[in-house]
């Protein structure tokens, strides 16, 4: 008779993963958008290291996790913003309706500070959002976010560059952000537990196109150089397209 | 047959307690002392009119022979291994201050003696579900400070002084049994002058019990006024006048190292003693701290700081000890420390304790005043920011990172025109190419302009913002000066 022991006990841990186990679905929050929460099994993985891969900055990669980002502070958690790549817009965040007051943006000096910083965040119970300037963090100390994050009641966001995709990681998503237009954000899953990657959606940022468009009094050449001119769908008004062509 | 009723004393109005340290000169002396063998003869002798005299000792040393009063020379013939130690005044009223301060936490009312301390316990008995579970938390408290103490219970000070017996009592006797204790306690042990035991002795008295039973005005006659006010004391006819203990203003505490601490792990330990004696002052102050400073001082060279701030109040050590550990680890230390000592003067009071249905707020809150606490004593001040926002027009003046805390209130209106979620410290300028602009790469308008105007008054600031974007649909916020017709990247919408 074979002894199933050792199975079981390695069933019952926390951090073991079943194919199939519909109680996975549970341990996510939404993420504001029902294309991307489809594409998500339901949203971002709480209690789990989420990467996202952007090709550069300025693309969207933020604004997709405000939704997130006003749920929990909401609720009274603080985020901590582990070396953010430029300082944050206060007025910005007040638009959104996010509490600067549950914010904490954090500086480290060295990749070691980073990781301690890091680390301490997701074991003190805050939404995390880390940003690796320096260099892609080893696998190691990446096992050692997510093993943090299996205690923490929130998800654990990691923005990554391209350079990432090639290597391997412990976290249970990882996505790629990518805009090829303005204001539409192309999102491609790389990895997630339970489906199949590869999935590409795209989601609209929203409409952040002003009334008051006067472009015809601008000095300056309102289309893109090159001969991509279709890729910009952009509301110009009539008049300023003659002026412009 | 006068019918006796046995009362409970805890009926009446004053219960006192009276702790007896007695050997608190050789508890003092010992206490910053290490590396002593538990079965070492100890002695503490001071000078008494010229001649050296043992002040007390331990058990070991009794057990020799050795006891209070003996000459030091004397004693060194009895018992030629003793160790003597030096009585310090100033050890024993630091030692005796401690003790007062755990007292506080059982009783609004502690008095300092000598060599013990008074508490009233009338009523504080609700607080720790009756006066046996006091009196054994009280105890266990006073152990810790590792000191022989006997007690006594009555319904006087004076009483319980007297009533004294060898050991710390667990429960609170009955009124009948105070009174029976007290009777045949001898007069010897009664305040007073030789004069006085003398003529006790003349008249037959033996005890309290013959004293009590002498008319008053028999007394009066016989002895001075004092004698009558002891016995008033005594029998709580009046009522005490002593100075009641209250906690200082301030919290300072050292400890030595006589032989030095060369590691920052070693520092560890007393550190942690420290600060648990500092948790004592803030339960008996019933405040919560906000900062306290270290001091490590070395025998050669300059005494070292290190202030510890909390974002929120706290009065638990080892969060405190753990704060302490993290920062210790970002600063240098000269080679051996000779001295730590704990100073702290601010302070709030402590909340008050309720009933909250949101008991998950509170916890998140002091989670994350945990943590910023832990990522302050790690990185340090200056890791640590939040953004924060002022009535001002300008974007690099409305939006600015300040310290943890400190940040400004937020309810201003804020323009409904598209902002974005980053923003350049100082604004870039770039270029135009062809009449295109460019920064990095050629950036297309997409939408645009909002106009900002500074202080105008100050400075003729105008600024014309709009929304651009690159080939990869990276978009941006810049902006035109109206004055140079100038264009500048002031952010990017992540």
Redesign the interface.
């Known amino acids: 008779m074979p002894n199933n022991q050792p199975l079981n006990k390695l069933l019952l841990r926390h951090d073991t993963w079943r194919g199939r186990n519909p109680s996975l679905r549970k341990h996510v929050v939404a993420t504001g958008n029902n294309s991307l929460d489809k594409l998500l099994l339901g949203g971002w993985p709480v209690s789990a290291l989420t990467e996202l891969v952007s090709?550069?900055?300025?693309?969207?990669?933020?604004?997709i996790l405000l939704p997130t980002l006003k749920h929990y502070t909401g609720?009274?958690?603080?985020c901590?913003w582990l070396d953010?790549?430029?300082?944050?817009?206060?007025?910005?965040?007040?638009?959104a309706e996010i509490?600067?007051?549950k914010?904490?943006?954090?500086?480290?000096?060295d990749s070691r500070?980073w990781l301690?910083?890091a680390e301490?965040?997701i074991r003190?119970?805050?939404l995390l959002f880390a940003w690796t300037n320096r260099a892609q963090p080893r696998y190691a100390a990446l096992r050692k976010l997510q093993l943090a994050a299996t205690e923490n009641l929130s998800p654990v966001f990691l923005f990554t560059s391209l350079a990432a995709l090639n290597a391997h990681s412990p976290a249970l998503l990882r996505i790629e952000l990518?805009?090829?237009?303005?204001?539409?954000l192309s999102v491609t899953m790389h990895k997630l537990r339970g489906k199949v990657p590869g999935a590409k959606i795209q989601i609209s940022l929203g409409d952040?196109?002003?009334e008051?468009?006067?472009?015809d009094r601008?000095?300056?050449?309102?289309?893109?150089?090159?001969e991509?001119e279709s890729d910009?769908p952009?509301p110009l008004k009539h008049k300023v397209q003659q002026l412009n062509t | 047959m006068k019918k006796h009723t046995v009362k409970n004393i805890e009926q009446k109005k004053e219960i006192w307690l009276y702790i007896d340290f007695p050997l608190l000169a050789l508890d003092a002396a010992l206490a910053d002392i290490e590396n002593i063998k538990a079965e070492s003869t100890i002695a503490v002798a001071s000078v008494q009119k010229n001649v050296q005299r043992i002040v007390c000792c331990n058990s070991y040393a009794q057990a020799w022979g050795v006891d209070s009063d003996l000459s030091l020379s004397t004693a060194l013939a009895i018992c030629p291994d003793l160790l003597v130690l030096p009585r310090s005044l100033s050890q024993e009223n630091l030692l005796l201050h401690r003790l007062a301060l755990i007292a506080y936490q059982f009783s609004p009312v502690v008095i300092i003696n000598d060599s013990g301390i008074w508490l009233d316990l009338s009523g504080c008995d609700q607080l720790f579900h009756g006066y046996s579970k006091l009196l054994q938390r009280l105890h266990r408290q006073i152990l810790r400070l590792s000191v022989t103490v006997t007690t006594g219970i009555a319904m006087s000070p004076l009483a319980a002084q007297l009533l004294c017996g060898q050991q710390f009592q667990y429960y609170l006797p009955n009124e009948d049994e105070i009174h029976r204790n007290l009777m045949t306690t001898e007069l010897f042990k009664l305040p007073g002058n030789q004069k006085q035991q003398n003529n006790f002795k003349q008249l037959g008295l033996e005890n309290i019990g013959d004293l009590l039973a002498l008319p008053r005005s028999a007394l009066s006659q016989r002895f001075s006024a004092e004698l009558l006010e002891t016995l008033a004391l005594l029998n709580g006819e009046k009522p005490c006048t002593f100075t009641r203990f209250t906690p200082p203003v301030e919290f300072s505490d050292e400890i030595q190292i006589p032989h030095g601490l060369y590691s920052k792990d070693s520092l560890l330990f007393s550190m942690k003693t420290l600060l648990q004696r500092f948790c004592v002052y803030l339960m008996a102050r019933q405040s919560h701290c906000r900062k306290f400073v270290w001091h490590f001082e070395p025998l050669l060279g300059e005494c070292q700081s290190m202030p510890i701030n909390l974002s929120a109040s706290n009065n638990n050590w080892s969060s405190l000890l753990t704060l302490s550990r993290l920062q210790l680890e970002r600063l240098e230390l000269p080679q051996s420390i000779e001295k730590i000592s704990l100073f702290s003067d601010q302070f709030i009071d402590m909340p008050e304790l309720s009933f909250d249905l949101f008991a998950d707020?509170i916890a998140?809150?002091n989670?994350?005043s945990?943590?910023?606490d832990?990522?302050y004593a790690?990185?340090g001040i200056?890791?640590?920011?939040?953004?924060?926002?002022s009535e001002e027009h300008l974007?690099e003046k409305?939006?600015?990172?300040s310290p943890?805390?400190r940040?400004k209130n937020?309810n201003?209106p804020?323009?409904?025109?598209?902002?974005?979620?980053?923003?350049?410290?100082n604004p870039v300028r770039i270029q135009?190419r062809?009449?295109?602009?460019h920064w990095k790469q050629?950036l297309?308008?997409?939408?645009?302009?909002?106009r900002l105007c500074g202080n105008s008054w100050q400075t003729e600031q105008q600024r014309d913002y709009?929304?651009a974007?690159d080939?990869?649909?990276?978009?941006?916020w810049l902006f035109r000066e109206s004055m140079n017709?100038q264009?500048f990247v002031h952010?990017?919408?992540?």
């Open positions: 090709q550069q900055d300025g693309i969207g990669e933020l604004s609720e009274g958690k603080l901590v953010p790549p430029y300082q944050p817009y206060a007025p910005a965040l007040v638009n509490p600067l007051d914010l904490l943006v954090v500086r480290s000096k500070e301690w910083a301490q965040s003190g119970n805050a990518e805009s090829l237009k303005p204001n539409i952040i196109i002003t008051r468009t006067f472009l601008l000095p300056v050449n309102i289309h893109y150089p090159q991509k910009y952009l | 707020q998140l809150n989670q994350a945990t943590l910023m832990n990522l790690r990185l200056d890791a640590l920011s939040q953004p924060s926002m974007p409305a939006s600015s990172m943890p805390h940040a937020t201003y804020t323009s409904k025109a598209p902002q974005p979620l980053w923003l350049l410290t135009q062809n009449h295109q602009l050629p297309t308008i997409v939408s645009g302009p909002e709009y929304l974007c080939s990869k649909g990276a978009r941006y017709k264009w952010g990017l919408f992540s």
